[in-house]
């Protein structure tokens, strides 16, 4: 049986309820490996159209980022490629930044740079397509 | 000698301490776990180079010639070679994990051949894709 100093009447269950390392069961873990799952066809494909455009001048690449081909396998890589990499960080955030303060600013730093990478290069491809 | 308590947090109050890094011998399968995440870390700034292409290229031509200039440099081309290798490390050692997660290969000596495949893989791809690279140019 455990000591219970603090003369707290709350149950020891109580106390770490909701305070689980990750805040969330195997949420994370899963969606990485559907997300690592996803990203294992996806990553070749982006190899194999970025291996196609090296050298070639402004409106070749234009053209072919603009190809539905090229545009549906960019658009799926690069979601799933931050939100996998947003979960990688966190898990490194969580293992390595122990303050309580500089962990919330350097999770809440991961979302933002994601979002921007992500979105940034989502508009990217759509204008190539559409513009 | 007897080994003497000095923690002055009482024995039942001790939570079991998971060790760290420092206290196991080195092996290439630690390289390669630590080699997983540093390749994570170099894929995810590498975005910024991706981010900073398709935004040139769905900009102008001027902005275009201006990434395709940094990525024809001698600096452009290592971090190229980097983000090739990271990536496919990165891939490689995604699909180690995979066997793990299926329960296979956990133990010695299907693990150090699953390092070395890592390693070795990667490696290989990387130079395969660059002559491909350097072919098709």
């Keep these: 049986m455990a000591t219970n100093p603090s003369g707290s009447i709350r149950t020891p269950v109580a106390k770490v309820r909701h ?9 994370h873990a899963w969606r990485m490996r559907v997300t690592s799952l996803a990203l294992l066809p996806l990553s070749i494909a982006f190899i194999w159209i970025v291996l196609g455009l090296i050298g070639k001048d402004h409106a070749t690449v234009r053209e072919a980022l603009g190809h539905p081909f090229a545009a549906i396998v960019m658009l799926l890589f690069v979601p799933t490629g ?25 999770l809440m730093a991961n979302m933002f740079f994601c979002a921007v990478v992500g ?13 | 000698m007897a080994v003497t308590d000095q923690s002055p947090i009482a024995n039942e109050q001790r ?24 390749t994570g870390v170099g894929l995810y700034f ?16 001027s902005a275009f010639a201006d990434v395709s200039w940094f990525m024809d440099s001698i600096v452009g ?7 090739t290798w990271a990536l496919f490390h990165h891939m490689l050692g995604g699909i180690r994990h995979f066997i793990w997660d299926s329960g296979y290969c956990m133990e010695h000596p ?19 894709v660059w002559v491909a690279a350097y072919t098709i140019r």
Excluded at chain 1, 82 to 106: A, N, P
Excluded at chain 2, 115 to 124: H, N, S, Y
Aim: with cysteine.
């Design chain 1, 19 to 27: 305070l689980g390392s990750a805040r969330s069961g195997t949420q």
């Design chain 1, 82 to 106: 931050v939100y996998h990499m947003m979960l990688g960080m966190q898990t490194i955030i969580e293992d390595y930044v122990h303050g309580e303060h500089v962990k919330m600013w350097s």
């Design chain 1, 119 to 131: 979105l940034a290069c989502i508009y990217a491809v759509l204008r190539l397509s559409f513009i």
């Design chain 2, 15 to 38: 939570r079991p301490l998971s060790p760290h890094l420092q206290v196991y011998a080195f092996a290439l399968t630690t390289a390669m776990s630590i080699a997983h995440r540093i």
């Design chain 2, 46 to 61: 590498g975005t910024l180079l991706l981010a900073w292409w398709l935004i040139a290229a769905a900009t102008s031509a």
């Design chain 2, 77 to 83: 081309r290592v971090i190229l070679l980097g983000f």
């Design chain 2, 110 to 128: 299907q693990r150090e051949y699953l390092a070395k495949g890592t390693l070795i893989g990667g490696l290989v791809l990387t130079i395969l």
